[in-house]
């Protein structure tokens, strides 16, 4: 079975300063994807970044970075240059091969709060 | 832009009643999802639909019935439901090819309190 964990339920950061938000997984898949999502509090889910389980280099997107450790089974999300507008849920999660149509297993979230 | 929009935004329902959500999504995709997500709960996958046919359901109560008339539209429909039904429901679609990096699109969510 694949599980996602998030360990930090809430992280604050100074704006313009950088953040980790941790994500670890449990899998036997030898191909699997990993994604970043960020929930502001309007409720939508927003698409940031994809990490591809035989990518050879860290997936990046703008102010966004995925530090993938596959031995370690850690993808975390690194924002660089914070800002207030990031403060919001951030959902880690991972799609399995299965074919047709996409599963995603979610992990629990990390509230950010971007401070001045 | 708002690839997938969701209707209503928020909806209060007592036990009793039948009511629908609407999810429909402007991006040429072929799967849709529904989800739900409680407080302090990971998301929970609860229906998928690819080519308009049903692909998954996971242990879902008989009071929730899921409709997709075609690929741009899904429906969640609602009956007598019960108080811990109260979340969010989101939907998301996805090109529907197979593949790992598929990326699933979401709408807003629907907030749903069920009095």
């Known amino acids: 079975a694949q599980k996602i964990t998030q360990t930090q339920p809430g992280m604050f950061v100074q704006e313009k300063e950088a953040v980790t938000l941790d994500c670890t997984y449990d899998?036997?898949?030898?191909?699997?994807?990993l994604f970043w999502y960020k929930q502001p509090s309007s409720g939508e889910m927003i698409f940031l970044i994809y990490q591809g389980s035989y990518d050879q280099q860290n997936a990046t997107e703008g102010r966004y970075s995925l530090n993938f450790q596959k031995a370690r089974k850690s993808a975390n999300l690194v924002i660089s240059a914070s800002q207030l507008g990031d403060s919001a849920m951030y959902f880690c999660a991972m799609r399995r091969y299965t074919g047709t149509a996409s599963k995603l297993t979610f992990g629990t979230g990390t509230r950010l709060q971007v401070t001045l | 832009e708002t690839g997938v929009t969701q209707t209503p935004r928020h909806l209060v329902m007592g036990m009793t009643n039948k009511k629908s959500l609407k999810c429909e999504q402007h991006?040429?995709?072929?799967?849709m999802y529904w989800y739900k997500q409680s407080a302090k709960k990971p998301l929970e996958l609860m229906f998928v639909y690819s080519l308009e046919e049903r692909v998954e359901n996971n242990s879902v109560p008989s009071r929730f019935s899921p409709e997709c008339p075609n690929s741009s539209h899904l429906f969640l429909h609602l009956h007598t439901l019960q108080p811990e039904d109260s979340a969010l429901y989101l939907c998301?679609?996805?090109?529907?090819?197979?593949?790992?990096?598929?990326?699933?699109?979401f709408g807003p969510g629907t907030r749903l309190t069920v009095l």
């Open positions: 899998t036997s898949d030898p191909s699997y994807g």
């Open positions: 998301a679609s996805s090109q529907g090819l197979a593949g790992v990096m598929e990326t699933q699109y």
């Open positions: 991006l040429g995709h072929n799967a």
